[in-house]
């Protein structure tokens, strides 16, 4: 590739990807801050996507990564250039079918300008796990049976774009990760009375939605994840091998080994 | 039928239930103060089937309803008598399959001792709503595009017996219903951040799960749901006609109009 632009979100997923890609033009955007000594970075607006373009092909940009969650922004119509302007109408309509939809809208914006959008999972070596037990105990019988109730209950919505996480404890789903995330999710878990949970432990599953472009929003656990978790209470998490972000993979298996939770990468069913 | 016995859990169900049915005999349960003046009542355990039968037996009662929430309680092994010895490891067993499974187990148990388990809806007239708007203001047209979202959610739950609730908000899935019942999905709806939320309000679809046996745990909304949904933001609620209790529908509807919500009852697609 002649040169890779990350579109920077939060996280940690644009700094593992610029020390993967160091001569990469780093994109980033109004209110995530970001510091990367030695990379040449440019800010970036989603209310502007005709200036961003500009940028990214004056910089010689061909590749480009969104790398970390695209939240959906805060736009002010009032500062759309005329690029976008053309755009937001199909981005709205997108949005009405779920997030993956705007996501694979602004992909198709991106690739009708000429750019090829890769996934983060393609260009940094190990960001995903290959199946087996990557920390912690071994998982019960029940573990794995509450492990495949959460993924079921992935499948299931999956084709409706929405869940990239579940929770089960003792055959009971107790969280399925809706827009706020993960950690939202895990909050809630943990704050289940005790009259429900019955001392019951549970699963986090996480894998991608069905039919997902994993060159965006592709789920990532790291050890904040194993840090809610573990205060949720659970016993493990399963990640889908292969399609599930390992971030800081060392920490991530060390807090899980220190705080007693299992993780294990599953092949898809 | 010769005599009914009302299996009293939490809210205002077991009520309606004695004032419609004054010589009904009421069974409530420890740890759920109930006050019923006039009614003849008899505490019963979840620990103690043997002697809950022979109780409802000697009174003559023929068909049971369960009134109320029946989450599942803390039972202390130590305490169970030999029938409930007998039945545990069924109930146990059909609890990994979700609380159907054990609501299920819990029905059979009764039939198997000759009691004729009964539906709430059945025995109070109008506690369920005919379809149409009960109260508020229209809809808007993307009220009605969330209403199916959500809608489309519970459907595709359904059959893995989770989920009586979603929410979704301008296309966006914010909450779907777990254990820990449709309040504190609100209350997750309510904390979702402004920068996700982005001045949605969204809508709250109530129906019972695909299959679910109405005669126990039956989906319910009354005015504590109205001001869940309004502290949460929401634009209305829409539950299925003719399987969600409406309960107190006067207060209910009142509470709606008040708040501004719209509340429309749909029949099942």
Do not use: W
């Not at 996501?103 to 198709?108: E, G, K, T, W, Y």
């Amino acid at each position: 590739m002649a040169r890779l632009g990350i579109l920077a979100g939060q996280g940690s997923l644009p700094g593992l990807l610029a020390a993967a890609h160091p001569k990469a033009l780093f994109g980033h955007f109004a209110g995530l801050a970001v510091e990367l000594p030695g990379t040449e970075a440019v800010e970036l607006s989603y209310e502007r996507f005709g200036e961003m373009f500009a940028a990214l092909h004056a910089a010689g940009v061909t590749d480009v990564v969104f790398a970390g969650g695209l939240a959906r922004p805060g736009l002010n119509p009032a500062n759309f250039d005329a690029k976008m302007r053309e755009l937001a109408p199909g981005f709205l309509a997108a949005m009405q079918g779920g997030d993956d939809g705007l996501l694979r809208a602004v992909i198709a914006a991106f690739e009708a300008e000429g750019f090829a959008v890769r996934g983060a999972h393609e260009l940094v070596p190990g960001l995903t796990a290959e199946p087996g037990r990557l920390a912690g105990p071994s998982p019960s019988g029940g573990d794995l049976v509450d492990a495949a109730r959460a993924r079921a209950i992935l499948d299931a919505l999956g084709p409706l774009d929405v869940g990239q996480g579940a929770v089960v404890a003792d055959g009971q789903a107790l969280g399925v990760e809706t827009a706020q995330g993960t950690d939202a999710m895990l909050r809630f878990v943990a704050e289940t009375p005790a009259r429900l949970r019955q001392n019951a432990r549970g699963v986090l599953v996480k894998a991608p939605k069905q039919g997902q472009d994993l060159r965006i929003d592709m789920p990532a656990i790291g050890p904040a994840t194993i840090a809610a978790a573990a205060a949720a209470g659970l016993a493990g998490i399963v990640i889908e091998a292969g399609r599930v972000l390992l971030l800081d993979r060392d920490a991530t298996c060390g807090a899980a080994d220190e705080a007693g939770l299992f993780l294990i990468a599953e092949a898809a069913g």
